[in-house]
């Protein structure tokens, strides 16, 4: 009768807040509904990737940063030789030890990781025990894994000033065709707040008939597998039109990306990669002189910021960037709140009451 009905195991435990009996009655529905696995750990891992993909839609390169995480844990278990660790049998006490491996691992720079990384192994082996769970494996509840606190304080956004902006936008030299197409790209970065991978996918079909617009308005489907709409504006457009006019002399039909490589033909249809863009918009910081630490992601928070400063609203910039959660917009809170604070010094009347 249970095994047909299955109910949250909440459902059993929201009536009562006694911790001795909430203990008392986990046990019970864990003996009755729960079974413990003769797989070892590292072989549930595979199933684990199939249920993120199948049952939770995440994203293939969150699945692809998921394995590369879990793999962190299974190196782990080989070192303490523990590789045939049935999930029931997980401690606390071996989630300590990994804690330990991670605070004492090197990147590939000879490093240690840094606290933010070592979240990113955690959060994957929180996700494995959520799996369990779901799967009604026995095993450690996921939330006997705690984040480190002072990795979750704000984060700093780094972004240009509209005079950089202007610097770099200048600096291609518009009178060679990759001039022009370089043009094109740091002027969609900037006019869209585009993903580097959202602009790397954009294709030359999605521009035809540009001929009598202004500005354009185009739907892409973004991180997560979410679409959303961006928005190219007149100036940006225009050298986008540009481009397309010089692309013409190079491209054939069969090649289908927006952005490809000048008079040089590559794999997959000759479009630019992740690693070109970056490497064209490193190019240009220097010429132009603005930051050398600008990236593609600079130009996107440029643009976030510039909307800010000009008074628009924090969720219409989480519908211009595709954040999932308004939490992820507001690390650009510090330009409302210079802004605000500039405001209040300059109309505060409190200095102008007597202070006697």
Same mark, same amino acid.
């Given at each position: 009768?249970?095994?047909?009905?299955?109910?949250?195991?909440?459902?059993?435990?929201?009536?009562?807040? #006694?911790?001795?009996?909430?203990?008392?009655?986990?046990?019970?529905?864990?003996?009755?509904?729960?079974?413990?696995?003769?797989?070892?750990?590292?072989?549930?891992?595979?199933?684990?990737?199939?249920?993120?993909?199948?049952?939770?839609?995440?994203?293939?390169?969150?699945?692809?940063?998921?394995?590369?995480?879990?793999?962190?844990?299974?190196?782990?278990?080989?070192?303490?030789?523990?590789?045939?660790?049935?999930?029931?049998?997980?401690?606390?006490?071996?989630?300590?030890?990994?804690?330990?491996?991670?605070? =004492?691992?090197?990147?590939?720079?000879? =490093?240690?990781?840094?606290?933010?990384?070592?979240?990113?192994?955690?959060?994957?082996?929180?996700?494995?025990?959520?799996?369990?769970?779901?799967?009604?494996?026995?095993?450690?509840?996921?939330?006997?894994?705690?984040?480190?606190?002072?990795?979750?304080?704000?984060?700093?956004?780094?972004?240009?000033?509209?005079?950089?902006?202007?610097?770099?936008?200048?600096?291609?030299?518009?009178?060679?065709?990759?001039?022009?197409?370089?043009?094109?790209?740091?002027?969609?970065?900037?006019?869209?707040?585009?993903?580097?991978?959202?602009?790397?996918?954009?294709?030359?079909?999605?521009?035809?008939?540009?001929?009598?617009?202004?500005?354009?308005?185009?739907?892409?489907?973004?991180?997560?597998?979410?679409?959303?709409?961006?928005?190219?504006?007149?100036?940006?457009?225009?050298?986008?039109?540009?481009?397309?006019?010089?692309?013409?002399?190079?491209?054939?039909?069969?090649?289908?990306?927006?952005?490809?490589?000048?008079? #040089?033909?590559?794999?997959?249809?000759?479009?630019?990669?992740?690693?070109?863009?970056?490497?064209?918009?490193?190019?240009?910081?220097?010429?132009?002189?603005?930051?050398?630490?600008?990236?593609?992601?600079?130009?996107?928070?440029?643009?976030?910021?510039?909307?800010?400063?000009?008074?628009?609203?924090?969720?219409?910039?989480?519908?211009?960037?595709?954040?999932?959660?308004?939490?992820?917009?507001?690390?650009?809170?510090?330009?409302?709140?210079?802004?605000?604070?500039?405001?209040?010094?300059?109309?505060?009347?409190?200095?102008?009451?007597?202070?006697?």
């Amino acid at each position: 009768m249970f095994a047909a009905n299955r109910v949250p195991l909440s459902s059993f435990l929201c009536f009562e807040r #006694s911790v001795g009996v909430r203990y008392f009655l986990e046990i019970i529905i864990i003996k009755i509904f729960m079974k413990e696995s003769k797989l070892p750990m590292i072989c549930h891992i595979p199933a684990y990737l199939e249920y993120c993909d199948i049952e939770k839609g995440l994203s293939s390169k969150t699945q692809e940063n998921y394995a590369k995480f879990l793999q962190k844990f299974v190196l782990w278990l080989k070192t303490a030789n523990k590789e045939d660790l049935l999930p029931h049998q997980l401690t606390a006490d071996d989630i300590w030890g990994y804690r330990v491996y991670l605070s =004492k691992n090197l990147n590939s720079k000879g =490093k240690e990781l840094s606290k933010a990384t070592q979240n990113y192994y955690l959060i994957a082996l929180r996700g494995l025990l959520s799996y369990f769970a779901a799967k009604d494996i026995v095993s450690l509840p996921s939330d006997k894994i705690s984040l480190p606190k002072d990795v979750r304080r704000e984060k700093k956004v780094k972004f240009l000033t509209l005079e950089q902006i202007e610097k770099l936008l200048l600096a291609p030299d518009v009178e060679t065709p990759k001039g022009i197409r370089d043009r094109a790209i740091l002027e969609s970065l900037f006019s869209t707040g585009l993903r580097i991978a959202e602009l790397v996918a954009l294709n030359a079909e999605q521009f035809v008939n540009l001929k009598q617009k202004k500005d354009l308005e185009l739907s892409i489907i973004g991180k997560g597998s979410h679409p959303r709409t961006v928005y190219f504006s007149e100036r940006a457009l225009t050298w986008i039109k540009k481009y397309l006019e010089v692309r013409s002399g190079y491209c054939t039909p069969e090649d289908k990306a927006l952005f490809v490589h000048i008079f #040089s033909k590559k794999s997959d249809e000759n479009r630019l990669t992740k690693a070109a863009i970056e490497q064209i918009v490193k190019n240009y910081a220097v010429l132009g002189g603005v930051p050398l630490s600008t990236t593609p992601h600079t130009l996107r928070h440029s643009m976030a910021t510039d909307l800010l400063s000009q008074g628009v609203d924090l969720r219409s910039i989480q519908e211009f960037l595709g954040h999932r959660n308004i939490s992820t917009t507001q690390i650009y809170t510090h330009v409302t709140n210079k802004r605000l604070r500039d405001i209040h010094r300059q109309f505060h009347s409190g200095k102008r009451l007597k202070n006697g």
